[in-house]
């Protein structure tokens, strides 16, 4: 896709910490430009965001478009789905709604789909995401080696297609789910296969492997040697005593992996007494192990097996961030056996991790923002790229709100994405008629 230009007048940017007005400019794809002022800009020629002139057909902007006050970030950045998997759910179902029915059920359908149909699906659910202001993501992939190389490549030849069927609307990063259970050896020169071919990372549940330290170990060795990071599932159990996390913490620091590595779910955190949750907790921050809470499913799936008190499987987030544990949030799974709803809206997380983890203080939503923006952005190593900046990737989601309280409460039905300085989706929320009621 062609790189464009920007120019952009009164905007918030909640990211920054302050309640400025800000003048942005990109030439060529990048921020040129970011300019602070303590009053609104007045300028003739500017067109409101919420026009139709601002933003046409094509993608070309107005001169100027000014966005009134509302806030603006990067681009949302989920970093924890299933893309392959989404939208499957018409196909395969999920009677009990547990876990293991779903990954029993996917498994039993995942040789009926084309390679077609998981492009397919991959890049529908992107996009929707996009719509929302995702222009960043990262999918697990399922392996499915036990049905055979050409059953497990289609996954693999999809997703690498879809990867680059959306450049220049959402950069997509790729995690294999490799276990190496009885065969390490033809398990690593698979990763090096899949690595040499594209892939970003390497991502595992080793949680469900039968030794789950050996599988630890092993998955560390092939990720070091290939120098790629590391992005597990972990102790995705209502079982307190399920606790992989601490020889990954362990093995991050063994192997000096800190900051390349990211445990997902949590959920047996939550199971256990904080006095033993705490010092696992401590372990992460000193490892430096990322964090990603998926609220959605893992409400959806926990505590099935419980008649009371009912678990619900979010972890700990609250502790997380108070220790220091870069925490994201993330949608995990869409519309498929493992969580039948989603439309891939980082604001919806945002507010179910708020429920979820009882973040409802006058800090907590500049926090929960920044776990669908800044932070994951960080954990995939997009530092140096991401960011309303002189230099970044003219990228930028621009939402209904004033901060991001409001965007919270209120959701924000408009949305305004920029890829690269070229406008790439515009949900405009229609006026509606009000039926007044008098109020005497």
Request: proline share 4%.
């Amino acid at each position: 896709m062609r790189a464009g230009k920007l120019h952009i007048v009164n905007a918030r940017l909640p990211l920054n910490g302050d309640d400025r007005w800000y003048e942005l400019i990109a030439e060529d794809g990048r921020w040129i430009s970011v300019v602070a002022s303590t009053e609104k800009t007045v300028r003739h020629d500017a067109v409101s965001i919420a026009s139709k002139e601002a933003i046409g057909a094509d993608g070309r902007a107005a001169s100027a478009v000014d966005l009134e006050g509302r806030i603006a970030v990067p681009g949302f950045v989920d970093m924890h789905m299933h893309l392959d998997k989404a939208l499957s759910l018409p196909r395969v179902g999920n009677a009990s709604g547990t876990l293991l029915e779903a990954i029993s059920n996917y498994g039993q359908h995942v040789d009926r789909f084309s390679k077609e149909e998981i492009r397919e699906r991959i890049i529908r659910t992107a996009k929707m995401g996009l719509r929302h202001g995702t222009v960043h993501m990262r999918t697990h992939l399922d392996m499915h080696a036990w049905l055979g190389r050409d059953i497990m490549f289609r996954t693999v030849e999809a997703a690498l297609e879809a990867k680059e069927a959306l450049k220049g609307h959402v950069q997509l990063q790729l995690f294999p789910m490799l276990s190496f259970g009885q065969v390490p050896r033809e398990t690593a020169e698979l990763a090096k296969e899949l690595i040499g071919l594209g892939m970003d990372g390497i991502g595992g549940c080793p949680h469900l492997n039968e030794d789950p330290e050996a599988d630890i170990r092993h998955l560390f060795d092939i990720a070091t040697r290939l120098d790629v990071p590391i992005d597990l599932h972990v102790d995705e159990r209502d079982d307190p005593f399920v606790r992989t996390v601490i020889p990954i913490a362990r093995m991050t620091r063994e192997y000096g992996y800190e900051g390349r590595v990211t445990a997902g779910h949590l959920c047996s955190l939550s199971s256990m007494p904080s006095s033993e949750a705490r010092p696992i907790i401590e372990e992460m921050a000193r490892a430096k192990v990322g964090a990603v809470t998926l609220p959605a499913a893992n409400l959806y799936l926990q505590g099935r097996a419980d008649d009371g008190p009912i678990r619900r499987g979010v972890t700990r987030v609250k502790e997380l961030l108070e220790a220091g544990v870069a925490t994201a949030a993330a949608s995990d799974n869409i519309r498929d056996p493992f969580h039948p709803f989603g439309k891939g809206d980082l604001a919806q997380i945002a507010l179910l991790t708020a429920y979820a983890a009882q973040m409802g203080s006058a800090d907590d939503p500049d926090v929960l923002l920044r776990m669908i923006t800044v932070t994951p952005a960080s954990l995939m190593g997009l530092t140096a790229s991401y960011g309303i900046r002189e230099g970044c990737s003219a990228d930028l989601a621009v939402l209904d709100a004033a901060n991001a309280e409001q965007l919270l409460v209120e959701g924000s039905p408009s949305r305004w994405v920029a890829v690269q300085g070229r406008w790439v989706s515009a949900l405009v929320q229609e006026d509606r008629l009000e039926l007044g009621m008098r109020l005497e």
